[in-house]
């Protein structure tokens, strides 16, 4: 069995490869966008208003 050693930007990555695919995901699910960078971008646009 390999134990595969996660560094810091190793887990990054795999966060981002996984939004990506949950982006992908809800895309052709809903058409709808929850990644968290579209939630961010929500978030500062009613701070704006």
Do not use: C, P, Q, W
């Not at 981002?16 to 695919?21: A, D, V």
Request: without cysteine; charged residues 25%; proline residues 0%.
């Amino acid at each position: 069995m390999i134990i595969k050693k996660l560094d810091f930007n190793g887990a990054i990555k795999t966060l981002r490869e996984l939004e990506i695919i949950a982006i992908l995901f809800n895309h052709y699910r809903d058409g709808t966008n929850y990644s968290v960078s579209n939630l961010n971008g929500i978030r500062s646009y009613h701070k704006r208003v």
